[in-house]
Each structure stands twice: as C-alpha cells, then as structure tokens.
C-alpha cells in the first residue's frame, strides 16, 4: 500500500476516534490527505475535550453563534442581533513584540521581526501543548476572496473562541463545499486558542502571549490572546501568508479598499485606496452616492494584461471610535439596526452600546473592557480609562451596508481596477490630490514613500512622521526590496497600469487650520474619476499633475453646489519645495539603510530632486500652481 494511503487511513482512524460520529462523518466528506494530517497532529497537540466541525450550513454557524454566548465571550445586547465581546484590558491591539516572522536561519529583515523557524516552532507548540483540555475545538473552512475563482485562497481555522469562529462567519465566505469537492486542495492553515480565561472570560496568560507567521508551512499560529487582529487568523495572520505567496507568485495582496466612484452617464470607476490608520481610509469607501466594495484589503492580479481585483474579506471589522451620525451616515445606520453585529471594547449601560466620539451623550457609569466603569475611573498605572477603547470595533457583514457594490463583491473576475490611491496625515507637503508621471513614478514616490504623522501637527512644531511604505509595513513578510520589485514588475506585464494618485487630507495652513473640508475628499474622487478617462487636462510639475483651478470649481459646484475660491486652490496646490526636498532625503535615508533596494527607487528620487530644485532656481520656495500654466 502506498504511503500516502497509510497516511490517510491512520490520520482518519486517529480522527475518529476523538471525535463523534457525526463531527467525523463531515471530514470524512473531504478527501485531502494533508487536511487530515494537519487536523490529526493539531489535535493531538492541542487535546480538546470536544471537537465542533462546521459545514456551510446556517445550522452549524448559530450553533458557533449560541456557542459564543453559551461560553460567555460574548453578551446579547437589547437590539436583537447585537452581542459584546470585552477582550483583556492589556489584550487590545495587535502585539507586534511577540509576532514574529519565521524565517529558516533567523534572518534579520527590515522593519520585520524575525526568528528561526524551528525556535518559533518550538516554542509556541510547547505553550500551546495541551492547551484546550476542558475545551471545544472549533474546525472552520473559509477562502480568502470570491470562491472557485483565480483569486480564491482555500483556508481552515482552528480555534477554541466561539467569539472569534462567530467573527469569522460575518467577515470571509464560507467555504467547506470547495474542500468536499476538491480533492487534495492547498490551503493556508491558522491554529488560534485563547488560552485560560479569567472571570470576565478574557485571555488570561498575556505573558504567553505569541503570534507565529511560518511563511514555509503557509500556517500561523497565535496563543494566550483574543483579540481579533491577532486571533482571527483570515485577517491580518493571513495577511502576511498572502503578501509572500503574492510576492512569489506575480500578484498583489495589498492593505486596500476597494470602491467604485459614480461617474458622468452611470459610469463606474473602481478604485484600491492605502491609508496608514486614521487617515480617512473608511471614510473615503463609505462615501455616500459611491460604491463599497471592501474597506481593508484587496487582491490585485494580472488577467489578460488587465489589473483586476477583488475584495478579501466579506465583513468589516471596523475602529468605532468618532462614528457619528453626520460624518458617517452608512456605519451609524448599520449600527442602529437590528441585525448580526458584535461590538467589542465599547461601553455597554442598560444594554446599550456606546463610544467615543459618537456624537450623543455617553453615561458616566456602565461596563466596558476595564469591567465596571464610572466617569474618571483610573487603570493600576495612572492613566484615566475612556469610555470605550480608543481601538474598540464592531464587525458587521458588508451586505448590511446600503452602499455596497454587491456584484462587483461576488465577481469571481472581479473588477477592472482603474486607479490606485496612497494617502497619509501630512500637514505641511503634499497637495491634497496629485496623479504621479507613470506606474513607476507612482509606486515610488507616491505608494513606496509614504509618511503619516503620528500626532497633527502644532504651530511652531512639526507633527512626528512615520513611515510606512503602501500602509503595509506593519503587514510586512517580505524585503521591502523584494517587495517593491515585484510591485514594479506587475505594472510592466500590465497592457495599461491603473493611474496612481497621491491624496493628502490633512494638509494646514501656517495657523494650524485645515485647508480642506472632511468631505472634499468626494471632489477629489470625481477628479481622478475624470482623468482615468482622459476627460480633464491637468498641470505638470515637478511632483506629477493637479488639477486646473477650473476643473474643480466645476465640480465642486456640481458636488456640493458650492463655490470654490481661487485663494483657496492657491494655498492647497502650492507646491511646497523645501518640504518635498526634506521628505525626498528623509525616504532616501530610509532606503539607504537596507540592501538589496531596487535601482528604480534612487533614479525616482533622484529625478524628482532635481525637478523641484530647477523649479526652485525657477519660481522660488513655495510655487503657486497658476505658475506652471504655460
């Protein structure tokens, strides 16, 4: 008998054995060896004292539902189909200290942190050896984008949260009948427990807390933690296995929404748009009168020599904080009807959930991820505790939304991607919205040179600025070089790349004053809308092309019905020369610093010096656009 035969019936018999019958009988429907061997070691590892395996059925998603309230993760709320979930008080982001890239010698990378495969290996199988006695195992299928299509990556998830296999039916598409009917299917797999809990049912051990990223094994492991960057292994766990197989393989896996902008004659434009945090990513997907399609991340690949993409996910799991009625009319009504969300990390009184920033009266006592709150309560180190956290969330499936794109989300071709948009808080460098020269142009001084400021900045003082190349460097698996290569790589195969435009929402005045409105941002979108179909002219300069004084007055009139002033367009498209001249030899130094950076990146710098320095000779330091009007 072959091996792999021997293999697969010792695997099945393990399976059966610890499992009953009808648990069993739903793997058994799956013919994949690796699967059974992946489960078979896992379990034995972990050693759960119940196995739950869920089909695609609406049946086995609300018994993981009730499981979650059973199990006390979560908390029904009084609006039917809204529950709570708390996580630890010190469990409440992402832990970049203890995930750890696995790398086969321990390589050091930039910006990433890393360690030998078989140390991480080791080290977190010991902490989760034996972890689940006394608990319910949860055994999930999803795929990462549109099922049976070139986008999708089949996944399968082991977790003993009912809170976090509950998240993960709202956020990625269910996906067992593509592993029955496929057989010896790849797949990325997750392993997640939360660990022991303490009273309030929170992650208990945050010492032992780890995230491993095995980019070999396509696997990830997280341990002692609940929450959901961490913990849901489709998301951001997910995301590093992807921006490597994307890297290998020619594609895209990119920290994006995807969103179409409503154009002249019921035209729709799709555009990817990457935001570092709290720079106006949601907010510009959600925009009312356009089209939603994902708010986090997209695949991006190459079909018949045209970009298309696709949503990852299903659901958003969205920051709460500063949702409001006015700013955010889309989110507020999803969060104010009755139907499927969890809350988590926000202040629950007499059932009610509330947040900061929402823009209603928030009670002064209630229950929130402290346990009991009242108005001024303090935590162990001093610090007053708000209300809800400043990273609490809500997760919420996207065909709730009544913005959504629902047949661009399901297209397995998905959808022809005409534009992509960079952005970041930046008070005193780029214009509000600016188109780069070319593909290359754009992925370097655009996407690969983005700066946000970590706090605004004040008068007299400068915001402090971070880094953070495509607004994935958190995400990052790969070299920088490694990855920047392929993103230049992928436009050339490309018949015609998608334009690349950089947006700046935060740009200030020299009183500290916005030069924008929050929704200017609309206008900017029709304007990119219009260039992608060669519509409009726009200026040259030295940082690519803006827009005429004119074109905008249009819009704006037509948006909004409201005048825009020439001063206005004066002080916002200035191009500031000694401030792009300062970002170019901050981002040279950046690059300067690692090995193996393409030699397109220095000639971009390089090249755009120079534009602005003639400019410089030319006009002086701060350039109105009218001048570049020849």
């Not at 409440?92 to 050091?108: F, M, N, S, V, W």
Request: charged content about 30%; hydrophobic content about 35%.
């Amino acid at each position: 008998m072959p091996l792999r035969k021997v293999i697969k019936m010792n695997d099945l018999e393990y399976l059966k054995s610890v499992m009953d019958e009808e648990q069993y009988e739903k793997l058994e429907k799956i013919d994949n060896p690796e699967l059974h061997h992946f489960l078979a070691e896992h379990i034995k590892l972990l050693k759960p004292s119940k196995i739950f395996v869920a089909n695609d059925s609406d049946e086995d998603e609300l018994y993981i539902r009730n499981r979650a309230i059973v199990y006390e993760e979560e908390r029904l709320l009084k609006t039917p189909g809204h529950t709570v979930h708390f996580d630890n008080y010190y469990d409440q982001a992402r832990d970049k200290e203890h995930t750890y890239i696995l790398t086969p010698h321990g390589e050091k990378l930039p910006y990433l942190n890393t360690m030998k495969r078989d140390d991480g290996l080791k080290e977190v199988l010991e902490i989760m050896d034996g972890i689940m006695q006394g608990k319910e195992l949860f055994i999930l299928f999803f795929s990462l984008g549109p099922k049976n299509s070139e986008f999708m990556v089949p996944s399968v998830q082991l977790t003993d949260s009912a809170y976090v296999a509950h998240s993960e039916f709202i956020l990625y598409r269910k996906a067992y009948d593509v592993f029955t009917q496929n057989p010896n299917l790849e797949f990325f797999k997750f392993v997640h427990s939360e660990g022991e809990l303490d009273e309030r049912k929170t992650s208990k051990n945050l010492d032992k807390r780890r995230i491993m990223i095995d980019l070999e094994g396509n696997i990830t492991y997280a341990v002692n933690t609940q929450y959901a960057g961490n913990t849901i292994g489709l998301k951001k766990p997910a995301f590093r296995l992807t921006i490597n197989k994307a890297v290998k393989e020619g594609w895209l896996s990119e920290h994006m929404f995807l969103m179409g902008v409503n154009g002249p004659n019921g035209r729709v434009t799709y555009f990817t748009g990457a935001f570092p945090s709290m720079c106006g990513k949601t907010s510009t997907c959600m925009l009312i009168g356009e089209r939603l399609v994902g708010d986090d991340l997209s695949f991006i690949r190459d079909i018949n020599g045209e970009a298309r993409a696709v949503n990852v996910e299903y659901g958003v799991f969205g920051i709460i904080q500063g949702v409001n009625k006015e700013d955010d009319p889309y989110i507020w009504q999803v969060l104010h009807t009755p139907q499927e969300i969890i809350f988590s990390n926000i202040l629950v009184h007499e059932g009610k959930p509330y947040w900061n920033d929402m823009g209603e009266e928030i009670p002064c006592k209630g229950e929130n991820h402290s346990g009991k709150w009242w108005c001024g309560k303090k935590d162990k180190e001093g610090n007053e505790i708000p209300p809800s956290h400043k990273n609490a969330r809500f997760t919420a499936r996207l065909i709730y939304f009544p913005n959504l794109d629902r047949e661009a989300l399901d297209s397995k071709d998905g959808v022809k991607l005409s534009g992509m948009i960079f952005g970041g808080r930046d008070s005193d460098t780029w214009p509000p919205v600016c188109e780069s020269f070319n593909w290359q142009h754009g992925v370097i001084m655009k996407g690969a040179s983005i700066e946000s400021e970590t706090t605004a900045a004040t008068l007299g003082k400068e915001g402090v600025r971070k880094f953070n190349i495509m607004s994935i460097l958190d995400f990052m698996s790969v070299h920088l070089g490694v990855y920047i290569e392929n993103y230049l790589k992928f436009g050339r195969k490309l018949k015609t790349p998608p334009k690349i435009f950089a947006v700046n929402y935060f740009l200030k005045d020299e009183n500290g004053n916005y030069l924008n409105s929050k929704l200017d941002k609309k206008v900017w979108l029709k304007w990119m809308d219009l260039r992608v179909h060669n519509e409009v002219d726009a200026i040259e300069t030295p940082i690519g092309y803006i827009p005429y004084y004119e074109d905008l007055a249009r819009l704006f009139k037509e948006v909004f019905n409201r005048e825009y002033k020439k001063e206005d367009y004066e002080k916002q498209f200035t191009i500031r020369v000694p401030n792009l001249l300062a970002k170019i030899e901050r981002i040279r130094k950046i690059y300067g610093s690692m090995d193996n950076i393409p030699k397109e990146l220095y000639e971009e710098l390089d090249a755009e010096e120079k534009r602005l320095k003639d400019a410089q000779k030319k006009y002086g330091d701060f350039i109105s656009p009218f001048q570049f009007i020849s």
